[in-house]
């Protein structure tokens, strides 16, 4: 057996549908916000922290020779974070600059 609509319910639901689609949503009770533009010395920039197979995409250096090097003492200065085995970009950064300085004047790298 089927349940029919009786029509009444049917007009009922068709103008109930229709006032809540042309009902305007109320306006927010809360207060806006103030905020003010942050300013580049507010606060400094986030470090960011590398882990070894980043390391690998921004040098082309295996991922392995980074730990490695950081078993043995050797590279850029690196740090457990948590468990986890980090170098700072800047720190990679000032090495791989180093390692081309010191290329460029003879020296061994």
Known sequence: MVAT???ADRALITVVAE???????PPHNHK??????????????????????????????????WRYWAHIGAGPASFKLGRRRVWRLSVV?????????NTQTGGAA
Request: include cysteine; hydrophobic fraction near 35%; charged fraction near 20%.
């Open 19 to 25: 006032a809540s689609a042309t009902t305007p949503m």
């Open 5 to 7: 609509t009786p029509p």
């Open 93 to 101: 950064e000032a090495w791989i600059a180093e390692q081309e300085a």
């Open 32 to 65: 806006e916000r103030k905020t003010t533009p942050m300013t580049n010395n507010s606060r400094p920039a986030p470090e960011r922290y590398l882990q070894a197979i980043d390391c690998e995409v921004l040098t082309g250096i295996p991922a392995a020779t």
